[in-house]
């Protein structure tokens, strides 16, 4: 048995492991440099679900696969669900999609996580390619605009010492203490900050002439377009002074400069458009298709990789789920009572449902409430193929040890489609198929076959090669009465698996006492959570981390303008002292 595998974690390094002693370590090789997080330090000490249960009784797997039979015979095709999350990321969880898909059911589309800015990224450019973190390391400026690399990217770290680094993010994260320049604006004003800096380089005529009549000839438009903007009442909206406008591109001009965006800055309405801006600058710098230059977001993971699995379905949104126009809901891998937004509605809406399964590693919100507990296998048990959205690797992922409890995923789909009459191919088809898209480079390591190092080096994958620029500003800074909520990811979870977080962040000027319970209320509904103060936070903003219960109470059930993607910071909110 090969005792090396990787994470499955949805996480933007996707680290290779070696798995020896009942222990997990990171490889030597590439970026993991023999370290793992504390969440895969960890990993084998989180308590996962054993035994299947059905309306709170244990029972065995294969009463458990009997049971979810019937749940699926008893009811209409069309009255059956199937939502599966991103707990884990590799490829074999989708062989699920194949057997619900070909046996008439519906799925889900759409997203809780980056969608948004996704869509505006394809806008712009025609698709969504990442700058890898290796071009990364090639960098001599590195500007994170809403990401936070020491929580959820640690493993570029040690790529970006002695680098400039310049932070966009309302919040003094760690790198923003690091930083050459840190501009703390106020939450949600991005595409106003970009559109402004795109100005500013135009004045200067500081941006690159001959990449721009090459690929963004509409730059001259949209400068124009930013002249609507007027400076001095924008920068006050914004909380941002002149002089670092002025730094930032003092610092950026000329030099190769990479953009390391993250979800934050898009978890909003208009998140497309403010990706769009952020890609817009970057592309008036001329940083696309150079080496150690470019827009590093979440990258298209799946790009160049066919389908192996039937998906073809009905599919309803992700975001939005009624579940109760299903009559059995099958949840893999996801953990939606917590993680999608508006919980309130989820939770009403998952208690019409006759049949709720759950298909898991842990115990959870939502596993609490499933009728049909059915424990999973983790990726030690399990043969998969994984590849990451910050990175071209492809990383193999044998199984590297036994246990009894649970079942994998492509076991489950074959229970089901040898009942149910539905062809499949043996796991070890699909996971050739997979393998299949894989190629060695020079240093040795597996990579994603015909994937470009440097994205864009030819012009951009637009109808006419050219990158499209905004040409309106339908956004307006949110001047809503209340507090902005922050609710990035947490240090200790990875959304809503292992350490969860109990508080609310506030800073200290805010007068909430240290450990007491206040209640946290927006339009869409309220929590109760014990204050801790973090004076790193603007005084205007609260930061709630992703995974905290009941976060979710207060975001809302809509989708972005242009995706059907989540927006989870678009409510304000207000914090006051709890009474009994
Ligand atoms: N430890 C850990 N790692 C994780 C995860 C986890 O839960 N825990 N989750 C994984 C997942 S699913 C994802 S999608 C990635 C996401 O990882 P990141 O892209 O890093 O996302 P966030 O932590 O949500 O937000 C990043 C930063 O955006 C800032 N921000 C918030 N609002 C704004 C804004 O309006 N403007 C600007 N400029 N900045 C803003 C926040 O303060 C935060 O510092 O992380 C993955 N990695
Ligand atoms: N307020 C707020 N809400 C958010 C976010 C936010 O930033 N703020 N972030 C959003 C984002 S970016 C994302 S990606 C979503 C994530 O939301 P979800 O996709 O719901 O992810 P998790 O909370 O990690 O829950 C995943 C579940 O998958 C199960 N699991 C793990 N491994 C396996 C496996 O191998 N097989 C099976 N069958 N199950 C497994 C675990 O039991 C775990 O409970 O949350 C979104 N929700
Ligand atoms: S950094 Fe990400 S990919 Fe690497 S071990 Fe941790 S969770 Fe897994
Ligand atoms: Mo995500």
Sequence with gaps: MSNKTACPLDCYDACEIIFDNQKLRGVKEGHTQGFLCPHLNHYEKHATIQTPRYKGEEISLDVALEKLKVMLQSCAKNKILHYRGSGNFALMQEVTDHFFASYGAVLTEGSLCDGAGEEGIKQGRGSNKTMPIHEIAKSEVVVFWGRNPHTTSSHLLPLIKGKTIIVIDPIKTPIARMADLHIQLKPHTDQFLAMLLARFLHIESGYDKEFLQKYASGCEEYYELTQNLRIKAVLEQMDVSLGQLGDFLRLVKDKRAAFVCGVGVQKYHDGADVMRSIDALAAMLGLFGKEGCGVSYLGASRANIASPFYTQSKKVSKVLTEFSSFDTVFIQGANPLSQMPDSNRVRASMERVKNIVYFGLFENETSEVADLVI?????????????????????????????????????????????????????????????????????????????????????????????????????KIDENEGLHLITSKSPTSLNSQFHRQESVYLHSSLGFREGEMVS?????????????????????????????????????????????????????????????
């Design 520 to 580: 946290v209320t927006s339009v869409s509904g309220s929590v109760r959570l014990s204050v801790r103060h973090n004076n790193d936070l603007r005084s205007d903003c609260v930061l709630i981390y992703s995974g905290t219960k009941g976060v979710n109470n207060l975001t809302p059930s809509k989708h972005a303008l242009s995706a059907k993607s989540a927006i989870f910071q678009e409510n304000k909110v207000e914090v006051r002292k709890w009474t009994v």
């Design 375 to 475: 424990p999973a296998k983790s990726f030690l048990y399990k043969d998969d193929v994984r590849t990451s959205y910050s990175h071209n690797r492809i990383s193999f992922m044998p199984k590297v040890a036994e246990t009894d409890a649970g079942i994998s995923e492509y076991d489950l789909s074959a229970y089901l489609c040898r009942e149910f009459g539905i062809d499949l191919q043996s796991e070890e088809f699909y996971i050739n198929h997979f393998k299949s898209f894989a190629v060695q480079k020079i240093d040795g390591l597996l990579y994603v076959d015909k994937r470009e190092e440097i994205p864009y080096a030819n012009g951009f994958d637009t109808k006419d090669g050219e990158f499209v620029f905004l040409d309106e500003i339908d956004s």
